[in-house]
């Protein structure tokens, strides 16, 4: 059963693991992607996920599942309707978050993981990590939470739906086929890209250089570059999809409100925000830590904007690094570190 009163029938939902699980759960790591991306975060976060990095299957059990209404393998728009016997296409029913969070937990259940050691994600990946916190208060101990919000803002949706209106103008949007706004998905991507980057980011990234006037700017060619890349790994009925369920997120729907909604976390949970973000600004993320009990905030400074939740792995590493000493520290508080010393008197001062 969906959310908003659609069900699916029958659900497939593709995931990739790495590494060994402990027979306590106490190494489980579940990393949900973002929009567009996929279950194979080795790929698509690779520097924080792998051997020697900050998420290592050497000693970290990580899981990542590809979400419903995605391309690369779990139930979406062009799955087969076991009722129909044809791919969905545009029937395929809206879902929301927390339905993609309500299937992560059946895959859960189904793999006999009882506990999660930490969750991450960014952007709409931070929208599921913070949906199944409230949701399943005592099932994660550490939250992180990247370039994310607790409501997706109406700036937020209205990219979205312009991204939406050029798939629907294209001519070939209304086949029942798996090509059909694939030209119209490209547009959607390069207006996208503004939204993930900002004014100085291009400047930098895409700056003029004297190019002369039969010839195309660099600008011009990154936005068609960025869509023909879109356009030879999605579909237009997922990228369509997604976009939706992205303008679902609010974590107060049925919970007397967002703030109401956060106080129900009980994870040692980090936000962070980035300062040139322009889709998720950085009040959003603040927010976020002034409502969830006990939370610690970072700010990174970036060049990138939205994306650099998918760069600015040093940045991130370092903060994460950073706030598990901090976390460490209050599980054993200074009392607890001074009583061993010789010198009883500080342990006295510090109590």
Known sequence: MLEAGGVLPELDLAYQALGKINEDCSNVVWICHAFTGSQDVEDWWQGLVGAGKLFDPAYDFIICVNVLGSHYGSTGPLSINPETNEPYYHDFPLITIRDIVNSFDILREHLGITHI?????????????????????????NLILIA?????????????????????????????????????????????????????????????????LNKPYRAVTYQRYQGDKIAQRFNAFSYYVLSQVMDSQDVGRGR????????????????????????????????????????????????YGHDGFLIENEL??????VWRKFIKF???????????????????HYN
């Not at 969750?119 to 994660?140: D, F, H, K, R, T």
């Not at 209050?330 to 008197?345: A, C, S, V």
Request: with cysteine.
């Open 256 to 303: 007397g409100g967002a703030i109401q909604a956060l106080s129900q976390v009980k994870s040692k949970t980090l936000v962070m925000g980035i300062k040139s973000d322009a889709l998720f600004p950085i009040n959003e993320q603040a927010f976020l830590a002034k409502y969830i009990p006990g939370s610690t905030f970072q700010a990174l400074d970036s060049l």
């Open 330 to 348: 209050e599980i054993n508080p200074m009392y607890d570190f001074f009583k061993n010393l010789e010198n009883r008197n500080v342990a006295e």
């Open 316 to 321: 991130i590493t370092k903060a994460i690094k």
């Open 117 to 141: 050691k930490t969750c991450i994600g960014g952007s709409l990946g931070g929208q599921q990590s913070v949906e199944w916190a409230i949701s399943q208060p005592e099932l994660i101990d």
């Open 148 to 212: 994310t919000n607790a409501q997706h803002s109406p700036w937020g949706i209205a990219f979205n739906e312009s991204q939406r209106m050029s798939i629907e103008v294209d001519p070939t949007w209304l086949e029942r086929h798996p090509q059909a706004g694939i030209n119209g998905m490209k547009a959607a991507r390069a207006t996208a890209l503004i939204s993930y980057r900002n004014y100085e980011t291009y400047g930098v990234t895409q700056a003029r250089k004297d190019e002369p």
